[in-house]
Each structure stands twice: as C-alpha cells, then as structure tokens.
C-alpha cells in the first residue's frame, strides 16, 4: 500500500478552505478599491473592521493550516517515491504507519500555533489595510455580504462545487491525461536509467584471481 493511500495527499495539499473565497474577496477588494486621503481613523470604524476580522477568522484558521500543510505534502510524496523504489514490500505497511504518525504529529505540534499567530496578526495586517483603503460605508456593505444568507450558502457548497467539476472533469479526460503520464514517466525512467549507467547487478563478473605456480 502506498504512503498516499495511506494518509492522502489531497488532505495536505494546499487547497482552498471553505471559508478562503471570502478571504481572497476581502484581499481583492483592499487592492482594488480606490486610493483615498488619509483622514484619522474614528471609533465607529475600527470597530467595523474588527468585526470584519473577525467574521474572517476561519479563513484565516484554514490558511494558516494550509502554510503548515504545504511542506508536509511535498514530504510525503518525496518519502512516497522512495518507500516504493527502496523499501520491500513486506515493510511499507508498517513504513507507511511510522512515517503518517511522524506527519500527524508535525500537524498537532504546529498547526496551534501557527493558526494562534495567524489570529493575532490579523487586526494588524488585514486589518491595517481595511482602515487605509475602505470608507465606513464600504465596510458595511462587505459586512453585509458576509452576514448575508445566501452568501453563508454559497459557501457551504462551494467545496460540493468543486467536487462536482472536479469529477466530471477527471472522467473525461482520463483517456487523454492517462496515456500521457504513462508516456511521460516512461521517458523520465529511460532518462534516469541512461544517466545512471549500467546496473551494478548486469556488470561483468570480476575475473577469479590467477593460481599460485606449482612447484
């Protein structure tokens, strides 16, 4: 059994979290909305834009997650290419067992306080940005679409969405990415193959030493 199937790498990769589409539509509407004068900052809106932060915060949970994940999945899949290449296969089970329970410890040690860290930057980062390029109005009607109903909808389903593109999508173009790969990885192995030399197993047999002359 492979390491993937074992702990999958589509539960490490980075992907987006539920919650990442309002993230990325609040970073999108801080970069594009329209240069303004700077004027201090009043009460009423800093509590607007911490409120916004914090209706954000699962977005934020969900990529800090995401930062930590990354590096695990590359890990994974490199120790995934070696298990299968090195390692007998009566011991990959129990290879595969040691190494997700290494990977499964990364995550519970790091994930708590990465996410803490992601949390307590916020009001200063996102939270900067917000005061600097939104009026008080803007604020409100970006609150508005994050409290609103059918937007908490949307979001909900937007992981089924995906899913659903997802596998029409792999169905139909199974046929033509299948070859493909195969073809590919046939001509990355004969390149490896012919860098590497000869295998030490197919090299002549050493000549047996020459006997002593009789006396």
Do not use: W
Not at 36 to 57: D, G, N, W
Not at 77 to 86: D, F, G, L, T
Not at 155 to 174: C, F, G, H, Y
Request: proline share 9%; aromatic share 2%.
């Amino acid at each position: 059994m492979k390491l993937q199937q074992m702990f999958p790498l589509a539960r490490l990769r980075p992907h987006l979290p539920r919650h990442a589409p309002a993230v990325f539509l609040l970073c999108a509407c801080a970069t594009l909305a329209h240069a303004q004068a700077p004027e201090p900052v009043s009460p009423a809106k800093k509590e607007l834009v911490s409120k916004l932060v914090r209706l954000q915060q699962p977005g934020i949970e969900n990529l800090a997650r995401s930062l930590v994940e990354e590096p695990a999945a590359i890990l994974l899949e490199r120790a995934s290419q070696v298990v299968a290449a090195r390692v007998p296969a009566d011991k990959q089970d129990a290879l595969g067992k040691d190494v997700q329970g290494d990977v499964q410890k990364y995550l519970n040690d790091t994930v708590p306080q990465v996410r803490s860290r992601a949390v307590a930057l916020a009001p200063s980062t996102i939270g900067s940005l917000l005061e600097q390029k939104f009026t008080e109005d803007e604020l409100r009607q970006v609150i508005a679409v994050l409290e609103s109903p059918a937007f908490a909808k949307y979001q909900q389903l937007s992981s089924e969405m995906q899913q659903a593109l997802q596998s029409k999508l792999v169905a139909e173009t199974r046929s033509t990415v299948g070859p493909r790969v195969q073809a590919l990885e046939k001509s990355i192995g004969d390149r490896l193959a012919a860098a590497q030399g000869p295998a030490s197993g197919n090299a002549p047999a050493a000549k047996p030493p020459a006997k002593a002359p009789g006396k």
